[in-house]
T-cell receptor
Framework: GAVVSQHPSRVICKSGTSVKIECRSL??????MFWYRQFPKKSLMLMAT?????????EQGVEKDKFLINHASLTLSTLTVTSAHPEDSSFYIC???????????FGPGTRLTVL | GQNIDQPTEMTATEGAIVQINCTYQ??????LFWYQQHAGEAPTFLSY??LDGLEEKGRFSSFLSRSKGYSYLLLKELQMKDSASYLC??????????WGAGTKLIIKP
């Protein structure tokens, strides 16, 4: 199956700094990528949907100025957590739709800890 | 509104069979997914159904009835490593995934 990678896998940062997380589809073109956040013992929460070359669509309650998403190419989407606070500490997961497979593939996730 | 329902938790015995049900109400339908997720890890894709009927993959099978808005995941010959959360998700007409809260499956020896 297709592979989605995320970088970094873990990041620890100080409160007030910004963190960028990359999501790449390694062997297919992803016209649509999703960003999720997962709280402990909870299901995935969709944050936003990003389509290549257009602005991301954010879910209700997600601050678009705080969670900046850029889907610059058919293989790369980035999520930037700006001015991070301890409550932003979470597991962030991206996924990509491979149209030819009509299937969704997940990245391994990025664990963000804000001190 | 859009809604996915599945049981919160189920318990089964090693070697047995378990069926995890999922019912949904969504705006449009572009397929139903089942994922397995172990604690601290990203979900792993198990199955995808877009047509009615049963899809079998080894020990796991998934069934879909679009008219009833219903699916189930069937796990046979349960192993201890099958202890995980099982997530049901439906892709709506905008290709967005609507997620269920997940079913925590506990396997006992």
């Amino acid at each position: 199956g297709a592979v989605v990678s995320q970088h970094p896998s873990r990041v620890i940062c100080k409160s007030g700094t910004s963190v960028k997380i990359e999501c790449r589809s390694l062997d297919f073109q992803a016209t649509t990528m999703f960003w999720y956040r997962q709280f402990p013992k909870k299901s995935l929460m969709l944050m936003a949907t990003s389509n290549e070359g257009s602005k991301a669509t954010y879910e209700q309650g997600v601050e678009k100025d705080k969670f900046l998403i850029n889907h610059a190419s058919l293989t790369l989407s980035t999520l930037t957590v700006t001015s991070a606070h301890p409550e932003d500490s979470s597991f962030y997961i991206c996924s990509a739709i491979a149209r030819e497979y009509n299937e969704q593939f997940f990245g391994p996730g990025t664990r963000l800890t804000v001190l | 509104g859009q809604n996915i329902d599945q049981p919160t938790e189920m318990t089964a015995t090693e070697g047995a069979i378990v069926q995890i049900n999922c019912t949904y109400q969504t705006s449009g339908f572009n397929g139903l997914f089942w994922y397995q997720q172990h604690a601290g890890e990203a979900p792993t894709f198990l199955s995808y159904n877009v047509l009615d009927g049963l899809e079998e993959k080894g020990r796991f099978s998934s069934f879909l009835s679009r008219s009833k808005g219903y699916s189930y995941l069937l796990l046979k010959e349960l192993q201890m490593k099958d202890s995980a959360s099982y997530l049901c998700a439906v892709m709506d007409s905008n290709y967005q995934l609507i997620w269920g809260a997940g079913t925590k499956l506990i396997i006992k020896p």
